[in-house]
């Protein structure tokens, strides 16, 4: 157990010496791809020793730097190649875990108190750590098992400084790659939602709200209650739940994972249409299952979404069931997809990528994913855009489309079959009058 390095220069200096390591791997990788026949077995072999480099690093920083590393693991291989994808999945579970000197001054610092003296039993080694904080097993007085989530110290400051060095990163590559994308409101999307993400109140508050409305329309979810009188902005206590790991589920019956995923998809459309309101951090750790539930955990990011951005994203999706290309046009400047003068080629060129992987899920019938890359199709699409100028797409798409990869992923890796259609008549066309209103 290490000291977390919280100054901007520290947590550069050391995410820098990793990265160092690995490129040296991936260079002499390339020295050896001339005189070794095997070259693509040898490549691998390569990234996976670099991406080990990168993953410990990733793991004793914790905050933003870790957050990245686990984000990358929701994409199976449709980014990366999935030897490397499935190390990245060590994020989501575990880390390194603060020392017990920082446990005992989180706790008299919210408590005044031991955790040993709130709790009736409490372990002081974590079961989980992630990028923010780590989860100790408990029992209330009550009698309750329960788990606390209790944050790292510095956590807030960390992040704020790995947000300034990806931004001093990003001056660099825009200096270097003359047509690199604008990337500065996605940063400033994940940056309010991970600080946001260390306000344990707020993640307990959303936690109540998706209990009550997704529990009420989903019998198969369930959301663990918190306990307000043992939570404060640091430390968040809630009932302890089991269930089986994502990995498990593989293992499950066809018909377990057809409904499992009809019911991820379902609840997605109610959340969107429905409550306006999403929760966005899919990564498979913060979900556990049963053949017949779905258990969310971690309610810290969550995403509103006013009805201005819902009706322009509405029309759009509606542009492209009907094959209307010139309100297609209208609504993506409108979301800023596009530009006011953009040229008709890149926007034609757009649309029909967007119908190449919306229009499959319109058809009658239960059936599996379309076996169709979207990161590979949306990189293909940017070779061909100029992004000098150019401002990147709303902000709330970075969460919107970052919760909708983790679903495909998932329903992708179950191959669920569900009826795309029935669903989006359900959730979608019965829920979104009032956006019109």
Partial sequence: MKKMKVSA??????????????????????????????????????????????IKVMSEMRG?????GQMLSITDDLILPPEVTTLFKTLQKSAHHMTDDELKETFYRNFKQRPEDIFEEFERIPFAAASIGQVHLGKLKSGE?????????????AIKNDFSNIEKIDKLFGKIYKNKPNLHLMIEELKHSLVLECDYLHEAKQMSFFKQHLEKEFAVIYIPKNYPQFSTKEILTMEYVTGDSFEETLNYSQADKDFLGKNIYESFLFCLWGLNKLHTDPQNGNFLFRPNKIIILDFGSTRDFEKDFLSNYLKLLLSVEEDNFSEYCQYGKNLEFFKIDEQHDVMKNHFDMIKQLYLPYLKNGAYAVVGVNPV????????????????????????????????????????????????????RDQLVSKLFE
């Fill in 9 to 54: 220069f520290g947590r550069m200096l050391k995410l820098g010496a990793a990265i160092t390591k690995a490129t040296t791997h991936i260079a002499l990788e390339k020295i050896q791809e001339k005189i070794n026949d095997n070259d693509q077995l040898r490549k691998i072999q390569s990234q996976v020793i670099a991406s080990k480099e990168i």
């Fill in 64 to 68: 933003g730097v870790m957050k990245l």
């Fill in 145 to 157: 098992q329960v788990a606390i989530k209790v944050q790292y110290p510095k956590i807030v400051n």
């Fill in 376 to 427: 590979q199709l949306l990189k293909s699409f940017m070779t061909q855009i100029d992004f000098k100028g150019r401002k990147s797409p709303r902000r709330e798409f970075f969460l919107l489309d970052r919760s909708n990869l983790g679903i495909f992923t998932k329903l992708n890796a179950w191959q669920s079959k569900v009826d795309w259609l029935l669903g989006k008549k359900k959730y």
